[in-house]
Nanobody, 121 residues
Framework: QVQLVESGGGLVQAGGSLRLSCAASGSIFSINDMGWYRQAPGKQRELVATITSGGRTNYANSVKDRFTISRDNAKKTVYLQMNSLKPEDTAAYYC???????????????WGQGTQVTVSS
């Protein structure tokens, strides 16, 4: 069974940094795009950043120049380095991956369970 497991969330003061990690596990044939999304209380889930298997990245305007997404294909892991954090970055952060499990050989959309990031002012 394929799982995405996030880690690295927590409480940080404004201006601080956090690094999120998300590791894919299970029998996986291949992983295409990976990314991070976030959802604040009372708001819709929104894209934070994505990265292709080749390393091409895309960021939400609100996090450009502060957040950096990267991945280690050998470890099936995606990272999100978050610098200069602001209170408005407070949200549950979710890992996402488009991948093909060995069991199905069909491209599917998978999500992690979420990790909380809280930025205090």
């Amino acid at each position: 069974q394929v799982q995405l497991v996030e880690s690295g969330g927590g409480l940080v003061q404004a201006g601080g940094s956090l690094r999120l990690s998300c590791a894919a596990s299970g029998s996986i044939f291949s992983i295409n795009d990976m990314g991070w999304y976030r959802q604040a209380p009372g708001k819709q889930r929104e894209l934070v950043a994505t990265i292709t298997s080749g390393g091409r990245t895309n960021y939400a305007n609100s996090v450009k120049d502060r957040f950096t997404i990267s991945r280690d294909n050998a470890k099936k892991t995606v990272y999100l380095q978050m610098n200069s954090l602001k209170p408005e970055d407070t949200a549950a952060y979710y890992c996402n991956a488009l991948l093909i499990p060995l069991a199905t050989h069909r491209l599917g959309d998978y999500w992690g369970q979420g990790t909380q990031v809280t930025v205090s002012s």
